[in-house]
């Protein structure tokens, strides 16, 4: 639960303390004409009432809001935005000039707002109307009918989105109200039906539909470096040599590009052995002299999630990752021989140190890493330095252990 905590923490001091400027290539709009240069790329829902441009990297920032511009764009992410007078909505007192993002012009222009509490607000227009937000309406009903639910309260919906898109569509035949029914109120589902009404009445200019998730995957191996921290009721077992293996896998890359760029979730598939040697202190309570001798084969598939920030300027990247571990044993082998001498005879008995239900087949850890990426034929190469503890190998309440871990992993994102 520690782990956890120290995991949700990190995640909220990062989210705050790489809050900075990102300036890419792009252009904004003023008094019909467009002047070239850098724009901020910041959050959608910061970018709606202020952006920051440069001219270039030298120049002085300037700021704008969208009472000031027409709109602005990116030039590479093909993103772009326009000064839209947006209705008032439950977070939004009256009617305000803001920076919408337009998702597909024509003759009906869909465009995607973010508001402060993060939700994501449709609005289309036709020719030269004002903007008409595409929602829904929740509600409370109680059930008058007869029978054992008689009084209760239920949740109802009203889709309001669809009659507003049939009332938008008329002069185009071939939607039909089966059409928009099957419409949801999303960015996919949205885009796709006002596009089609664009080439219906052959008035189609621009659509860009962003991904809502991107997932990219990619092989990764490199190196551990591990050691064994065990303890028997406060007494050490002496696991003293360090584990070196090679670990390989596979990693998934998550990423939201309409709510962040920089931010991601990392999973990883990692297939990491590990040997321990050790010896046991002789026990003063047994006649005679004995030593044991103890070796521990076991190879986990870890799986680390991970929240991974990376530096958005640059062609070399850094990057950082924290988040917890799951680690199962897909196989494991021990042993312990203890040789006794007592009395001028020696006996050496040989039995497992752990049994199998003694064994921890499935732990808990937390992992932190920092690393650098660099394109290769355009997708990321990364090198990362990764530290990780873990819950170690025994399931006894009277044993304490845990395994730590360095890893030098070279990864490649296809």
Same mark, same amino acid.
């Given at each position: 639960?520690?782990?956890?905590?120290? +995991?949700?923490?990190?995640?909220?001091?990062?989210?705050?303390?790489?809050?900075?400027?990102?300036?890419?290539?792009?252009?904004?709009?003023?008094?019909?004409?467009?002047?070239?240069?850098?724009?901020?790329?910041?959050?959608?829902?910061?970018?709606?009432?202020?952006?920051?441009?440069?001219?270039?990297?030298?120049?002085?920032?300037?700021?704008?809001?969208?009472?000031?511009?027409?709109? =602005?764009?990116?030039?590479?992410?093909?993103?772009?935005?326009?000064?839209?007078?947006?209705?008032?909505?439950?977070?939004?007192?009256?009617?305000?000039? #803001?920076?919408?993002?337009? #998702?597909?012009?024509?003759?009906?222009?869909?465009?995607?707002?973010?508001?402060?509490?993060?939700?994501?607000?449709?609005?289309?227009?036709?020719? @030269?109307?004002?903007?008409?937000?595409?929602?829904?309406?929740?509600?409370?009903?109680?059930?008058?009918?007869?029978?054992?639910?008689?009084? *209760?309260?239920?949740?109802?919906?009203?889709?309001?989105?669809?009659?507003?898109?049939?009332?938008?569509?008329?002069?185009?035949?071939? !939607?039909?109200?089966?059409?928009?029914?099957?419409?949801?109120?999303?960015?996919? @589902?949205?885009?796709?039906?006002?596009?089609?009404?664009?080439?219906?009445?052959?008035?189609?200019?621009?659509?860009?539909?962003?991904?809502?998730?991107?997932?990219?995957?990619?092989?990764?191996?490199?190196?551990?470096?591990?050691?064994?921290?065990?303890? !028997?009721?406060?007494?050490?077992?002496?696991?003293?040599?360090?584990?070196?293996?090679?670990?390989?896998?596979?990693?998934?890359?998550? @990423?939201?590009?309409?709510?962040?760029?920089?931010?991601?979730?990392?999973?990883?598939?990692?297939?990491?052995?590990?040997?321990?040697?050790?010896?046991?202190?002789?026990?003063?309570?047994?006649?005679?002299?004995?030593?044991?001798?103890?070796?521990?084969?076991?190879?986990?598939?870890? !799986?680390?999630?991970?929240?991974?920030?990376? =530096?958005?300027?640059?062609?070399?990247?850094?990057? !950082?990752?924290?988040?917890?571990?799951?680690?199962?044993?897909?196989?494991?082998?021990?042993?312990?021989?203890?040789?006794?001498?007592?009395?001028?005879? +020696?006996?050496? /008995?040989?039995?497992?140190?752990?049994?199998?239900?003694?064994?921890?087949?499935?732990?808990?850890?937390?992992?932190?890493? #920092?690393?650098?990426?660099?394109?290769?034929? /355009?997708?990321?190469?990364?090198?990362?330095?990764?530290?990780?503890?873990?819950?170690?190998?025994?399931?006894?309440?009277? *044993?304490?252990?845990?395994?730590?871990?360095?890893?030098?992993?070279?990864?490649?994102?296809?």
């Amino acid at each position: 639960m520690k782990q956890l905590y120290l +995991t949700l923490i990190t995640c909220l001091f990062l989210s705050q303390a790489f809050a900075q400027s990102d300036f890419r290539p792009g252009y904004i709009i003023q008094n019909g004409d467009t002047a070239s240069g850098l724009v901020d790329y910041r959050g959608a829902q910061r970018n709606t009432h202020q952006i920051s441009f440069k001219s270039n990297d030298a120049a002085n920032q300037q700021d704008f809001t969208p009472t000031q511009i027409q709109g =602005y764009g990116f030039r590479q992410e093909q993103k772009f935005y326009e000064s839209k007078l947006v209705p008032a909505f439950d977070t939004l007192s009256t009617e305000q000039t #803001l920076f919408a993002q337009l #998702l597909v012009k024509g003759k009906a222009n869909l465009y995607l707002l973010r508001d402060p509490m993060q939700k994501d607000r449709f609005y289309i227009s036709k020719d @030269s109307e004002p903007l008409k937000e595409l929602r829904v309406e929740d509600f409370k009903q109680k059930n008058m009918q007869e029978g054992r639910k008689l009084g *209760h309260t239920n949740l109802m919906r009203r889709e309001l989105y669809k009659p507003l898109l049939m009332q938008t569509f008329l002069d185009c035949n071939s !939607i039909s109200e089966a059409d928009v029914d099957k419409v949801v109120l999303g960015l996919n @589902s949205l885009s796709s039906i006002v596009k089609k009404y664009n080439a219906c009445v052959g008035q189609e200019e621009y659509s860009k539909v962003p991904k809502k998730i991107r997932v990219s995957l990619g092989p990764i191996a490199g190196m551990s470096s591990s050691t064994l921290d065990y303890k !028997i009721e406060n007494s050490d077992q002496n696991f003293d040599n360090t584990s070196v293996k090679p670990v390989l896998g596979a990693s998934f890359n998550f @990423s939201v590009p309409t709510i962040s760029e920089k931010l991601s979730l990392q999973v990883v598939v990692l297939y990491a052995p590990n040997y321990f040697e050790g010896s046991t202190q002789d026990d003063p309570m047994v006649p005679g002299v004995s030593t044991s001798e103890i070796w521990l084969d076991v190879k986990h598939v870890k !799986i680390p999630v991970l929240a991974r920030y990376t =530096y958005p300027k640059g062609v070399i990247r850094p990057y !950082i990752n924290i988040g917890p571990v799951i680690n199962l044993v897909a196989s494991q082998e021990n042993e312990m021989t203890t040789t006794s001498t007592f009395g001028g005879s +020696t006996r050496t /008995n040989t039995k497992p140190f752990l049994e199998d239900d003694g064994f921890l087949t499935l732990s808990g850890g937390i992992a932190t890493g #920092l690393g650098i990426s660099y394109p290769v034929f /355009n997708n990321p190469l990364s090198l990362e330095a990764r530290y990780e503890i873990n819950d170690g190998v025994s399931r006894y309440t009277s *044993h304490s252990t845990s395994i730590k871990s360095m890893f030098l992993v070279l990864s490649y994102r296809l």
